[in-house]
């Protein structure tokens, strides 16, 4: 009985490490991924559209953007054929970068820490932050999932949603899409955003 007890004891203690060692590992990596962005942005030989393109590169590897496109159109992504998916997730990523891009324009030196980690499963993460100027701190929450399969061209953990002051991206493009769908196709969203970039 006691062996067991030790036994269970001891995967218990191991479990907790692998996951605190897998938290500690996403830490880091997120923090040098925003110092790698941070240079390009205070990079004053790059023109605002190599900057951009640099941005994005650097962060496509940890995004996955498929499924937040898939995820913002909810049950209406059925709807689409695999060349109109295909469309649908390009426009998502250049709505995207133009979001991001109006943001880095409006730069000035703000730096981002790492408040707290939470791991409320096995294959979720979410990395609390703070955005952190001279006049304020702007909470941001970085949320991450583990593909059952690691993509060759993406990271292991991947971001699918993020959360600025309690308010969801992926849930803001949801009701945005739900709302315009009620009395639009999904065709002519697709227009729509095609036009709007």
Same mark, same amino acid.
């Given at each position: 009985?006691?062996?067991?007890?030790?036994?269970?004891?001891?995967?218990?203690?191991?479990?907790?490490?692998?996951?605190?060692?897998?938290?500690?590992?996403?830490?880091?990596?997120?923090?040098?991924?925003?110092?790698?962005?941070?240079?390009? $942005? @205070?990079? %004053?030989?790059?023109?605002?559209?190599?900057? !951009?393109?640099?941005?994005?590169? #650097?962060?496509?590897? &940890?995004? *996955?953007?498929?499924?937040?496109?898939?995820?913002?159109?909810?049950?209406?992504?059925?709807?689409?054929?695999?060349?109109?998916?295909?469309?649908?997730?390009?426009?998502?990523?250049?709505?995207?970068?133009?979001?991001?891009?109006?943001?880095?324009?409006?730069?000035?030196?703000?730096? $981002? @820490?790492? %408040?707290?980690?939470?791991?409320?499963?096995? !294959?979720?993460?979410?990395?609390? #932050?703070?955005?952190? &100027?001279? *006049?304020?701190?702007?909470?941001?929450?970085?949320?991450?999932?583990?593909?059952?399969?690691?993509?060759?061209?993406?990271?292991?953990?991947?971001?699918?949603?993020?959360?600025?002051?309690?308010?969801?991206?992926?849930?803001?493009?949801?009701?945005?899409?739900?709302?315009?769908?009620?009395?639009?196709?999904?065709?002519?969203?697709?227009?729509?955003?095609?036009?709007?970039?």
């Amino acid at each position: 009985m006691f062996k067991k007890l030790l036994l269970a004891c001891s995967l218990v203690f191991f479990t907790q490490n692998l996951v605190a060692n897998e938290q500690v590992a996403l830490k880091s990596h997120f923090l040098t991924l925003i110092d790698k962005v941070t240079k390009i $942005v @205070e990079d %004053k030989s790059l023109d605002k559209h190599a900057r !951009n393109s640099n941005i994005i590169s #650097t962060l496509a590897p &940890s995004f *996955d953007f498929e499924l937040m496109a898939k995820l913002s159109l909810g049950s209406s992504w059925k709807k689409l054929n695999s060349d109109d998916k295909k469309r649908f997730v390009e426009l998502y990523v250049k709505r995207m970068e133009n979001s991001y891009s109006s943001k880095v324009d409006a730069y000035s030196g703000e730096k $981002v @820490e790492v %408040k707290d980690i939470k791991q409320p499963k096995k !294959n979720r993460i979410a990395l609390i #932050t703070d955005l952190v &100027s001279k *006049d304020e701190n702007l909470e941001m929450v970085y949320k991450f999932y583990k593909p059952k399969k690691k993509q060759d061209d993406k990271e292991e953990w991947l971001i699918y949603d993020v959360e600025i002051l309690g308010v969801s991206i992926l849930k803001t493009d949801k009701a945005q899409f739900k709302e315009y769908l009620k009395t639009h196709s999904i065709t002519a969203l697709i227009a729509q955003l095609d036009k709007n970039i």
